[in-house]
């Protein structure tokens, strides 16, 4: 590997780490679309800040575009707040106010600077290592310096205000009753999330950290019952799709970061189907055990209905439960089967009868 | 001198967008009592705890818990919101969700360690919910997810706990097993103030009672307010229901 497809990666793991951290939390919190829109009218802040101070390069466009983010998440509760809105319209009506206006703004004073439309909606990975900036001596790309550092201000964040997080997240009201302000813990994520979609649109564009933040923490909720795995298992989708998806660019030839996005994507999509408690899989299987024992337990309950009654004999022949029971044949005779490999029943001469277990497990059924 | 009040609200008004929920609502509530807040849907009930607990922003009027306001006396309440309030999907596990009742005491930063963990165990053995300590919250039933919850008040250690119906939706051994709790916070001195929607059960469950209904209508001894007018009052319509309730609670 060539240093430079070095550098693409680690730029491309420290973006996925530094998004999938504050996304978990996005995720638990149900505002998953908040980080679109958040992602995109940082641009605004952006620009302002462009025309305000006249170079691309000031940490103060940071600044600037972190403040446009959390505008954006104030002007959709101020609107969701009159009752006239709800939440998920509030953010469809904000975002694209604020991003169509910085739209304008670029191609109105900023033309011919860096900030071009396919560089902001996609970004450019494979660009990203001519960029430089020299960091205590070493020469690194920019993107990669500017990400690491948002990677250690989100590591730091979460591991200081870990309680304070959950907390909020689970239960507000009693945060608040506790004197953690549950807003400023609210607004501190959003700066968070402002600040991560700042320095990761330079590298993957606005239209892709959204990938980048919820895709991991869906797919690392369907994992796990505990936050603090919830958290590693976003990072490591984050990492697993952004070498992936590298390298699924290279071989064939297309945009890095739509690429590590897609292979999130399917990441996220293993896990809904495997997930060893919550995926479809799983899910389906569980259904198809339920079944099956439902089946054999109603088998009980008939055998002990007509248990010791003249009809017995022919209630309860094999040949006989396809029309009593209304099951297919071969139905009946798969549960027959399951239930006298469970020792539930017996068969004698050619009529079923309940074994205690069974006699058991039926009674049971029938009291609760 | 008479003895503090643990809770005093005077002149509280309440109002979502200018149609208030609480019209200047007093009342005075005396030390190491157990007190049922009572009234129809709408009344009120929870606003009133939430009100005074700082959640809701308040038109007018003043609480005070023992003498001072709730801000300077955080540490001396628990609070056991509705069950239904939170996401039981949460990723985390019954003794995670019991440890938050020490937040308040560690303050922000802070992280819980091993006298925290010490706390939160022995709250669950007060309510029977020991075996379930690494559960995932999401397995919980209804009964067990509202021990979760008054464990969680118990670690909080306070001197006043406010409860929004413990009882709602729990199981019969649930049920005993928090009254059992209720008289023991009684025994130890504390004070109870829970919203209650079961009146058949207020005077066995509770000694003192407060009747609202928008306004308070009765506040006081059970045996002085749980009248049949004073439900009258505060129910409108729905006597006979009531006043049966009341022959079968006598």
């Not at chain 1, 209905?305 to 071969?330: I, K």
């Not at chain 2, 949460?90 to 303050?107: E, H, I, Q, R």
Request: include cysteine.
């Amino acid at each position: 590997m060539s240093s430079a497809q070095i550098e693409i990666q680690l730029i491309g793991l420290v973006v996925a780490a530094a998004c999938a951290l504050p996304g978990v939390f996005l995720v638990l919190r149900g505002m998953a679309m908040m980080s679109d829109a958040i992602s995109h009218t940082v641009l605004l802040g952006i620009v302002l800040g462009f025309m305000a101070l006249g170079n691309l390069e000031s940490p103060w466009l940071i600044i600037a575009a972190a403040g446009m983010g959390l505008i954006t998440v104030s002007l959709t509760e101020l609107l969701n707040r009159t009752k006239l809105v709800k939440q998920d319209a509030a953010i469809g009506l904000v975002f694209p106010a604020l991003f169509s206006l910085a739209v304008i703004l670029i191609s109105r004073f900023a033309r011919g600077v860096h900030l071009d439309t396919d560089a902001v909606l996609l970004g450019e990975l494979a660009f990203a290592p001519f960029n430089r900036v020299d960091l205590l001596g070493l020469s690194v790309p920019h993107s990669l310096a500017l990400m690491a550092v948002v990677l250690l201000i989100n590591i730091a964040f979460i591991a200081l205000f870990y309680k304070e997080l959950k907390l909020a997240t689970f239960d507000a009201g009693l945060a608040m009753a506790l004197g953690f302000s549950p807003a400023l813990i609210h607004y501190g994520l959003m700066a968070l999330v402002s600040v991560t979609a700042v320095g990761a649109f330079d590298a993957v564009g606005s239209i892709l950290v959204v990938a980048f933040m919820v895709v991991p923490g869906a797919g690392a909720y369907l994992l796990t019952d505990k936050l603090e795995r919830m958290l590693l298992y976003a990072v490591l989708i984050g990492a697993a799709g952004t070498i992936g998806g590298y390298w699924a660019a290279r071989w064939l030839d297309a945009n890095i970061a739509g690429s590590m996005a897609t292979m999130i994507g399917l990441l996220f999509v293993l896990c809904l189907l495997l997930a060893p408690q919550r995926g479809l899989v799983a899910i389906a299987a569980r259904r198809r055990r339920q079944r099956w024992q439902f089946a054999q337990t109603m088998l009980t309950i008939h055998l002990l209905h007509h248990e010791g009654t003249p009809e017995a004999r022919v209630e309860n022949r094999l040949d006989h439960l396809h029309d009593h029971l209304r099951w297919e044949a071969q139905f009946a005779q798969q549960v027959v089967q399951r239930a006298r490999e469970g020792g539930l029943i017996r068969l004698a001469n050619d009529h079923l009868e309940l074994t205690a277990q069974g006699r058991q497990i039926a009674e049971q059924n029938l009291r609760a | 001198m008479e003895e503090q009040l643990a809770v005093q609200i005077s002149d509280l008004t309440v109002a979502y967008q200018e149609k208030a929920v609480l019209w200047d609502v007093d009342l005075d509530v005396p030390q190491g009592i157990l007190m049922a807040i009572v009234g129809p849907n709408g009344a009120g009930k929870t606003t009133l705890l939430k009100a005074t607990l700082g959640l809701l922003p308040t038109a007018a009027g003043q609480v005070a818990i023992f003498g001072k306001p709730y801000v300077e006396q955080r540490r001396l309440v628990g609070y056991v919101p509705q069950r239904g309030s939170v996401d039981w999907d949460f990723p985390t596990s019954v003794l995670d969700v019991v440890m938050m009742g020490n937040y308040g005491k560690l303050g922000w930063v802070r992280r819980p360690g091993p006298t925290e963990r010490k706390a939160a165990e022995a709250a669950l053995e007060k309510v029977g919910m020991s075996d379930y300590a690494q559960r995932q919250i999401s397995q919980l039933s209804g009964g067990q997810q509202q021990r979760t919850f008054l464990a969680r008040a118990l670690v909080q250690d306070a001197q006043i706990y406010f409860m929004d119906e413990p009882f709602q939706g729990v199981d019969a051994t649930t049920e005993r097993a928090i009254v059992e709790l209720l008289k023991e916070l009684r025994a130890a001195g504390k004070t109870v103030l829970a919203v209650h929607h079961d009146l058949q059960t207020v005077p066995e469950y509770f000694d003192w009672v407060t009747l609202l209904n928008v306004r308070r209508i009765a506040s006081g001894p059970v045996a002085e307010v749980f009248t049949e007018d004073n439900l009258r009052a505060t129910y409108g319509g729905r006597v006979s229901f009531l006043s049966a309730a009341r022959k079968e609670a006598a």
